[in-house]
């Protein structure tokens, strides 16, 4: 409140600077810079706390949609995903959101520790350490007006291998790989990043799935075979057999097929490439 007892009512520009600012409609901010009697950072901090409120009332609403962004740093050292939700498809694709998703990334690749949901909104942004990834999400949330949750965060570091990144067009589905041997490279690593978007394996190799697992898998086709009547002495081929065009091929990465070759698996192509190795991989999508 002024000397006078009239109410600070702030210039045209004073209101366009905060909207520029913040993003928020000119009202609301007319409104913050006249709680803040004309003081930009302090109307700034009115609005994150409405933001707050905001992400309060909506908590518990479902978030069904959102998107999957990648970030790699430019020395190809570290790649990270992070998947944010939404409420709505379009909220997915607003410009606000997408940056959003994209500093929570870049958030996931280049903070301190290891990178969980919590983690990345806690520190501070690496592009603005003056906040943190929660005041954004915040002032998001307060732009779009919808429930957004930090569902999966993923990072992986060369340690002298290779890395590779593939978000798939729709921003639903993304993956992460290292690699390393000889032949290894950055454009193989994104390549088999997409297979692994396209075909989903659980693991990389048989070895790595659980032998009980498998073992069922083989009891089930092997009573199958019996029931058709095949011979007893081929019987464990055939349960070989349809247990790598169908268990392993759904599960495995090595087993599945090459995404531009499909008659090739992606184990074979490897091994035409040079001896290449997948030490591990991360995959994300929407409504997983």
Do not use: W
Request: glycine share 6%.
């Amino acid at each position: 409140m002024s000397e006078s007892g009239t109410r600070y009512q702030p210039t045209a520009q004073e209101v366009k600077a905060l909207r520029e600012r913040t993003g928020l409609p000119m009202m609301e901010c007319k409104r913050a810079l006249i709680e803040a009697e004309g003081d930009q950072d302090k109307a700034v901090e009115i609005l994150r706390q409405q933001g707050a409120k905001v992400s309060a009332k909506k908590t518990g609403r479902e978030t069904a949609e959102g998107r999957i962004e990648a970030y790699r740093s430019p020395d190809g050292q570290v790649v990270a995903l992070a998947m944010v939700l939404c409420e709505q498809a379009p909220s997915a694709r607003n410009e606000k959101f997408v940056q959003l998703v994209q500093a929570l990334a870049k958030q996931a690749a280049l903070i301190e520790g290891e990178p969980t949901p919590e983690a990345v909104l806690q520190a501070p942004l690496i592009d603005d350490p003056s906040r943190t990834g929660q005041d954004l999400l915040l002032d998001t949330v307060n732009l779009i007006r919808e429930n957004m949750q930090v569902a999966k965060v993923a990072r992986l570091k060369a340690n002298g291998g290779i890395l590779g990144a593939y978000v798939h067009f729709n921003y639903q589905e993304a993956a992460l790989v290292r690699i390393e041997g000889e032949g290894a490279t950055p454009e193989l690593a994104d390549e088999i990043a997409a297979n692994i978007v396209a075909f989903k394996p659980r693991v990389i190799s048989r070895e790595q799935l659980s032998p009980e697992e498998v073992e069922r898998e083989k009891a089930i086709l092997r009573e199958a075979v019996k029931q058709e009547g095949k011979p007893e002495h081929i019987v464990e081929r055939i349960v070989e057999g349809r247990l790598a065009s169908g268990y392993y091929a759904e599960n495995v990465a090595l087993d599945q097929p090459y995404i531009q070759n499909p008659k090739k698996t992606l184990g074979d192509y490897l091994k035409q490439k040079g001896k290449i190795k997948i030490t591990d991989f991360v995959r994300f999508k929407i409504g997983e």
